[in-house]
């Protein structure tokens, strides 16, 4: 049994119950694929909305993503029965699975509404782009639970093998979504008529959240044990943090380092990088490689094997024989090529070499992020750490709204500019506009990378840390 620095006996996770932890993680990848990749598949090609309103609407699920601080902090402060998380988690999961089920007929409606050009067309879209907003609330609700889950169930020395299982399950829950999709949706190839795809997908979509509820009661009960007697005492006496700073300290901070901003600026753009063409993928499948719906489902699962297998060997090979920094460079030179040849591969219009070119982006992907991961974790001072890791945070979800609504957006430009110079209606030269401008994001983000520096970093922030409470005593 681990022993905390109190002498008190830390919490300890085991490799079955970290296993079994991961499920919930690996339902939210799952449920990843089938609202970032079914249904704005469905939206765009089957349904012809346009693009730019199918990425505000899946964009309305990040734009709320700074309420994750807001129920963390209420599963901290506000126990049900004795319980910080577990709750949380699942009401969550139900909210969420119930507004995943919900999305679908009214999804169709949309459709109709755009084909009738009716009066409510407007209510409707506003409804649409509102329950993908509460879907991402609930989305909060039970993962930042979940997050406080872990950090409570584990001491220092678990954590980290503890994260590296539970964001591979992640990716787990990507691909086994993926498959799912393809076998249970694969006779509807060539299915557009919405009175066919309605019926099963809805199907589909409540067998999906099922299981996703029965599996966040399999992942999470009996991890938490209610606090009562010296446990209550000790969570309502909590030790003080040196990284209890204010929101107007927190600001200061960040502002006040050039470094930070820099490191900032470079997570949106290496974010933006790799998401850019998250919302348009499945439908570049579908109308430039004339691939069925369980086709392009199928490349979030190849995407998903790359990535998983880019984690493990940067983390295990790669970042510890050439540095994080090196490995970083890497992951963005990789990534800026995979997207050259994606945008390549529509030249040829050959399903095998986007399946290729999938793999070897996740792959690119899996590099990245482990590295960035790293970096992201060396940039925090310990000091104030719930400020770095909550503006981190912010950039990420930042960038993942912004690729939704950009990826959208360049695609229905580029469609308009292709028809008006040339008359056709050929959808590679919009696809194309969309994995160039994504291409020089991710080239953006290799150059920026150059200009972090570690030790300065440190000093700045240091520095600017000591000013800022100084200021404030003062």
């Known amino acids: ?165 539970i964001w591979c399950l992640l990716t787990v829950g990507i691909v086994v979504g993926a498959i799912a999709i393809a076998l249970a949706l694969g006779s509807l190839d060539g299915v557009t008529d919405p009175a066919i795809l309605q019926p099963a997908l809805l199907g589909f979509m409540v067998r999906v959240a099922g299981v996703v509820l029965v599996l966040t009661v399999i992942a999470t009960l009996g991890i938490e044990r209610p606090r009562t007697g010296a446990s209550l005492a000790s969570a309502e006496s909590p030790p003080s943090r040196d990284d209890a700073i204010t929101l107007r300290q927190s600001w200061a901070l960040v502002t006040s380092s050039r470094q930070v901003m820099v490191f900032f600026l470079f997570l949106l753009l ?60 890497l992951g963005c030179q990789l990534i800026v090529g995979s997207l050259a040849l994606l945008l390549l591969s529509g030249i040829t219009a050959q399903v095998p070499v986007l399946q290729g070119v999938m793999v070897l982006f996740g792959l690119s992907a899996g590099i990245g992020t482990n590295s960035a991961l790293v970096l992201m974790l060396d940039l925090t001072l310990p000091q104030a750490a719930g400020t770095f890791v909550g503006v981190w945070g912010l950039a990420q979800a930042l960038s993942r709204a912004l690729g939704k609504v950009f990826g959208g957006g360049l695609l229905d430009l580029g469609r308009f500019l292709h028809l008006q110079v040339t008359g056709s209606t050929d959808p590679f030269p919009a696809y194309a506009l969309v994995l160039g401008v994504e291409l020089l994001v991710a080239a953006a983000a290799l150059l920026l990378l150059n200009r972090v520096n570690l030790r300065q970093f440190r000093e700045d922030t240091g520095r600017s840390l000591s000013r800022v409470l100084a200021l404030e005593i003062g």
């Open 1 to 165: 049994m681990s022993v905390s620095s109190s002498g008190v006996p830390g919490p300890r996770l085991g490799l079955t119950s970290t296993l079994r932890l991961g499920l919930f993680q690996g339902c939210l990848g799952c449920l990843a694929v089938i609202f970032a990749g079914l249904l704005n598949r469905v939206m765009i090609s089957e349904l012809g909305f346009p693009g730019l309103l199918v990425g505000v609407a899946l964009a309305c699920e990040q734009f709320v993503a700074p309420a994750r601080v807001l129920f963390g902090q209420l599963s901290d402060t506000h126990p049900v029965a004795g319980r910080h998380r577990v709750p949380y988690i699942w009401l969550g999961a139900v909210l969420f699975c119930t507004l995943a089920v919900l999305s679908v007929p009214l999804i169709f409606q949309v459709g109709r509404l755009l084909d009738t050009g009716g009066g409510s067309l407007l209510a409707a879209i506003a409804a649409l782009c509102g329950l993908f907003a509460a879907y991402g609330l609930a989305i909060s609700m039970a993962s930042s639970p979940y997050l406080a889950l872990l950090i409570d169930s584990t001491n220092e020395e678990e954590r980290p093998r503890a994260v590296g299982i």
């Open 270 to 329: 290496f974010t933006l990088g790799l998401f850019l063409q998250d919302p348009v993928l499945e439908s570049y499948g579908a109308e430039v490689f004339g691939m069925s719906i369980a086709a392009t489902a199928s490349l979030n699962a190849l995407w998903g094997i790359g990535t998983l297998v880019g984690l493990l060997i940067a983390g295990l090979w790669i970042t510890p024989r050439l540095g994080k920094f090196a490995t970083a460079r």
